[in-house]
């Protein structure tokens, strides 16, 4: 029996309409729009209103790719949603969002794997529907960074923001669809990008939120080196797998952390910058997010056509890594 291939059917995004700009942080800590635009390329980041949560925006996402897949909630057989920011610690985020969705047939989870949950969640999808167990996965990445980001501390406080993003996965005909996938993590690297408190090993009391254990901590100068080695290297496994070079790829979506991670990368890849997507400008790290969001930002600007070779490639806390070159 030959393999089922599995590709992108519809995708989708949704982030709240409070915006934190550059000059709005000025006001709140010793930065400067000059320091933030230059050493990272954001302009702006979302940020949700107290009373908004992860799965809201989540489901918008999800809305919108099942729309433009053209399928019913009902047809649905696996949710998966990568967050580090859920909506509480039990139960998934993903089954809350499978009630809103009424997607009663699927089976839930999330997926803790920092800003390369997405790609991730496509690694398991793909499998999932090439190993005939489902036939529609639906895989979103959803965050509130801004809830666990400290505002004292101007080296995280300037990068995070707010949003979603979604896809829905399915059979596509052979030569498309996911061409080659690759997961990573290493442990080790725990303490480059960790956020201590709320669990059973840091606690959740009133001393720890205080001190706030619950807030993102970050090497970012080792982060920045190690997230560009990381993603070069898995992307050319991915590209040299599916028999592609960097000259192949119509449009790289790499995760949005830095705009000077973003260009180096590229640099190293050899992608011509014209072939390069980024909206750090304007949305900021959304870790998770941030892919799916781009990927729905590029198929609804009318960049990514049939027959395009897309890679995308990521890097989070913990450490993660990611790469996915498909053929839309
Ligand atoms: N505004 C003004 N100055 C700032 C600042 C801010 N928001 N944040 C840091 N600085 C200062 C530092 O205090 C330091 O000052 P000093 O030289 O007087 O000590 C100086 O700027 C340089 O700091 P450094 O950390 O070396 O800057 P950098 O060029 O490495 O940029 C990051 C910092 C965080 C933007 C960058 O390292 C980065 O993006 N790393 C990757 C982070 C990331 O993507 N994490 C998520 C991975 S998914």
């Known amino acids: 029996m030959s393999k089922v291939n599995a590709g992108i059917l519809g995708t989708g995004h949704s982030y709240p309409k409070g915006v934190l700009t550059n000059a709005d942080l000025e006001k709140i800590v010793d930065t400067s729009d000059e320091w933030i635009t230059t050493r990272t390329g954001i302009k ?40 580090v920011t859920p909506d509480q610690i039990l139960p998934s985020t993903a089954c809350l969002i499978q009630a809103e969705l009424e997607a009663h047939k699927a089976a839930a989870m999330d997926i803790v794997a920092a800003c390369s949950g997405f790609l991730y969640g496509l690694s398991i999808a793909g499998a999932m529907i090439s190993g005939g167990q489902s036939k529609y996965v639906l895989v ?61 090993k840091g606690g959740f009391t009133a001393e720890t939120i205080a001190r706030g254990d ?3 901590k970050m090497k970012g100068h080792e982060v920045f080196k190690i997230a560009v080695r990381s993603m070069a290297d898995i992307s050319r496994e991915v590209l040299c797998e599916a028999g592609l070079k960097a000259e192949d790829v119509d449009l790289f979506i790499p995760h949005q952390a830095n705009q000077r991670i973003t260009d180096a990368v590229s640099e190293m ?33 009318g960049r990514v056509r049939q027959g395009d070779v897309i890679l995308m490639a990521s890097f989070g806390g913990g450490v993660t890594w990611s790469a996915v070159v498909m053929r839309w």
Do not use: W
Request: hydrophobic share 35%; net charge negative.
């Open 44 to 83: 702006q980041r979302r940020k949700a209103a107290p009373d908004e949560y992860t799965s809201q925006f989540a489901v918008g996402a999800s809305r919108e790719a099942i729309e433009r897949a053209g399928i019913d909630p009902a047809e649905i057989d696996l949710i998966l949603c990568a967050t």
């Open 140 to 200: 979103i990445g959803a965050e509130i960074l801004t809830r666990y980001v400290d505002y004292t501390d101007r080296s995280t406080c300037v990068l995070f923001g707010d949003g979603a993003g979604a896809a829905i996965l399915g059979p596509v005909e052979s030569g498309r669809g996911i061409l080659s996938v690759k997961i990573r993590s290493d442990g080790r690297y725990e303490k480059q990008l960790y956020a201590p408190g709320g669990g059973t």
């Open 214 to 216: 619950h807030f993102f």
């Open 269 to 301: 890849l050899k992608v011509d910058s014209s072939r390069v997507y980024s909206n750090i400008a304007m949305h900021g790290n959304t870790s998770s997010a941030s892919i799916p969001i781009g990927l729905d930002e590029c198929v609804e600007a």
